[in-house]
């Protein structure tokens, strides 16, 4: 059995169990169902688990450094729960180094909770460690301090199991963190709520789930403006469902660099808006194409955060005959339609400026970069009769009549003017 | 045993040499050679023969060094995008210095479903765009303007590109040629007459490049259209500008128009 023991800090006042332990167990419960309270630590067992997480260096490393983060005292392992919270609040971590006894019987007696109430009268006898007390003759150990010392000592050492009431994962996620200093920049809410986010891929990952959805809200002091709202938050949205700490952290700094906080923030709450069930991928030795369409979308999605959705386009070509009604640009997150159109059966310029440019007419010829060669057409395009944009004054037709050429300029290539009303030259492409 | 003169292991002049893909993979002990990377053929036999290892580098960044950004790029790529984008890759453009047309586009084998565009103003939201894309291997084409760029940053661009498994292209301005450039390749195109695209291999690993390459470049599917005389517009005399029989109409009225106040 591979037991390990996490301290939660506590002052003496708080209730068990605090939030500390809670957040500590809604996290371990992504490494083992059996994690369980134990007085002020966390204790899980882990033995089975072992392989899955890459073995115990591996486990032992990711448990220690992300334990760290969410603010747990000390770390110990051992082969049973009670031997483990004692370790760890004698600051021992590792429990395997030498045989089990050897190590408890070494430790001094106020790690096991049920000396407590005896420690005077211990201490006259002369124990102070627990090797000594184990060397007293346990009738009169019973006889004299009762049948709940010996038991704890029996199960820290391993010969009286002791049983644990297993922890559930919560139904939803809601967590709460106060921070360390009060933040005036929305970035900096972000170290906050790597701690919280932590918590929340751990939960997500005994719940075999991932989110598509996280609100990250925080409070503002009492020491605010009048108009200023007692709390603030931000929603981040993703195209799939992921529980993937480092994608979801990139996702609110890219987000929170826009948020500009109205007063100073002492606390964040992060809340899981929308989680749905996440299919686990069996892991391949092979290059996955699914897997790496999905990457491609986790790298769009980011860059999207930053230079907004408005500015990563995707283009749909549309049925019209009028150059600028052709084709579309679509933001990211709008789905393209269906159906697909033709491509039309003429050429058409590669380059078409988002709206025509007028060109200088000299002599009656159109210059751009020199006069302009025309070299096929006309190509009249008429339609849009049809198509009225705006309400009431300001509406407006875009209905168009145009003659289309194809000219050469002597220094821009090749290019797609036309002539409207008479004498007026635009320049609307070209073929670059 | 007896032993055997190193000298036994030098190589043996071949009868017939090796056919090249089966020596683009071969690597021998006694020769220095930089690792081979995938190469993308850039559609002209001519270019292909001057582009070290036959086509466009993947794996590295390629300097496109153009006067005036906008007036060939897609002349110039179309044909080399053709066949990646028919195997299932994706393009992506940053910035583009003329907005896109799919309706020519389409026409040179670049479909729609698969063209991504990114658009940013800023020269480091530019650079932050390019790179991501290069880091996160998110396209199989990359084509970025970079109008602005210093060297330190194109250098960390090409170290986030000797991850990015595809092609990435970045346009600069012709007066960048007289800078130096981490670019393992560098290319500068200009417009010569008609059809043709004067193409130069300023940079490359391997000899320098001297002649000029003529290519004629077509776009938009326009060479389905061009008669003979077309394909070489400069020979043709000017076609008189179309005067259409309304238009004079107008005209005069408009000139009646301008005389009246001075007749008031």
Same mark, same amino acid.
């Given at each position: 059995m591979l037991w390990a023991a996490l301290k939660a800090p506590r002052d003496n006042k708080t209730p068990l169990p605090t939030d500390a332990q809670r957040r500590l167990s809604d996290w371990a419960l992504q490494f083992t169902p059996r994690v369980a309270h134990l007085e002020e630590a966390v204790v899980m067992e882990l033995e089975a688990s072992t392989r899955l997480f890459g073995g115990r260096r591996a486990l032992r490393d990711r448990v220690f450094a992300e334990s760290q983060e969410l603010g747990s005292d000390g770390l110990a392992w051992a082969t049973n729960s009670m031997a483990a919270l004692c370790l760890v609040r004698a600051g021992i971590e590792n429990g395997f180094k030498r045989p089990l006894p050897e190590l408890l019987d070494a430790l001094s007696l106020d790690v096991l909770t049920a000396t407590q109430a005896h420690a005077t009268t211990l201490s006259h006898v002369g124990c102070k460690f627990l090797g000594d007390l184990r060397r007293l003759p346990r009738g009169g150990v019973t006889h004299r301090f009762g049948k709940p010392l010996l038991i704890a000592l029996d199960q820290a050492y391993g010969s009286v199991p002791l049983t644990h009431e297993w922890l559930l994962p919560a139904d939803d996620f809601r967590a709460r963190l106060e921070l360390m200093a009060r933040v005036e920049l929305a970035p900096a809410l972000l170290a906050g709520a790597h701690r919280l986010l932590l918590q929340l891929c751990g939960w997500l990952a005994s719940r075999h789930a991932g989110v598509t959805a996280v609100t990250l809200g925080w409070a503002h002091d009492t020491m605010r403006a009048k108009h200023v709202e007692a709390t603030g938050s931000l929603t981040v949205r993703t195209a799939l469902p992921t529980r993937d700490i480092e994608h979801l952290a990139r996702l609110l700094a890219e987000h929170l660099a826009h948020v500009e906080l109205e007063a100073p923030a002492g606390e964040v709450m992060l809340t899981a808006t929308e989680v749905v069930k996440l299919e686990e991928r069996s892991a391949s030795f092979l290059p996955d194409v699914v897997n790496r369409r999905e990457a491609r979308a986790l790298v769009r999605e980011r860059i999207a955060a930053r230079i907004g959705p408005e500015n990563l386009l995707r283009p749909v070509l549309l049925e019209d005959y009028r150059t600028e009604w052709t084709q579309h640009w679509l933001p990211l997150n709008q789905q393209p339609p269906k159906l697909k159109a033709k491509p039309p059966p003429f050429p058409a310029p590669t380059c078409v400026l988002d709206q025509p440019q007028q060109l200088m007419v000299r002599n009656r010829r159109p210059y751009f970069q020199g006069p302009l060669k025309l070299l096929?057409?006309?190509h009249l395009t008429e339609g849009g009769w049809w198509h009225r944009v705006g309400e009431g004054a300001e509406q407006e037709h875009k209905h168009v009549r145009r003659d289309y050429y194809l000219a050469m300029s002597p220094h821009a290539g090749f290019l797609w003017v036309f002539k409207e009303g008479g004498e007026q030259w635009f320049l609307h492409g070209s073929f670059s | 045993m007896e032993l055997q003169h190193p000298s036994q292991n030098t190589a043996i002049p071949m009868a017939q040499p090796l056919p090249t893909h089966v020596a683009a993979s071969l690597w021998r002990a006694d020769e220095l050679r930089s690792p081979p990377t995938a190469v993308h053929p850039s559609g002209w036999a001519a270019l292909d023969a001057e582009l070290p290892g036959g086509g466009w580098p993947g794996m590295a960044v390629t300097e496109l060094l153009i006067s005036q950004p906008g007036t060939l790029e897609w002349r110039l790529l179309a044909p080399a995008l053709r066949p990646i984008v028919a195997a299932g890759g994706e393009v992506a453009v940053v910035a583009p210095a003329r907005p896109p047309s799919m309706e020519g586009l389409v026409q040179d084998g670049i479909e729609p479903d698969r063209f991504w565009r990114y658009r940013a103003e800023e020269p480091a939201r530019r650079l932050w765009v390019t790179e991501q894309l290069l880091r996160g291997n998110a396209c199989e084409v990359l084509i970025a303007w970079l109008p602005q760029v210093r060297q330190e940053q194109l250098r960390r661009l090409q170290v986030c590109a000797s991850g990015f498994e595809g092609l990435c292209f970045l346009v600069r301005p =012709?007066? =960048? /040629? @007289?800078d130096s450039s981490p670019a393992p390749l560098r290319v500068s195109a200009t417009l010569a007459s008609d059809w043709d695209l004067r193409v *130069?291999? =300023? @940079?490359? *690993?391997g000899t320098v490049h001297e002649q000029d390459l003529l290519l004629p470049a077509y776009a938009g599917g326009i060479s389905r259209v061009l008669t003979p005389e077309l394909m070489h517009p400069?020979? /043709?005399d000017d076609r008189p500008i179309p005067i259409e029989a309304h238009d004079a109409v107008g005209s005069t009225q408009s000139s009646a128009r301008q005389q009246n106040p001075a007749a008031h």
């Open positions: 096929l057409g006309p | =012709a007066h =960048a /040629l @007289k *130069r291999v =300023a @940079k490359r *690993r400069s020979r /043709l």
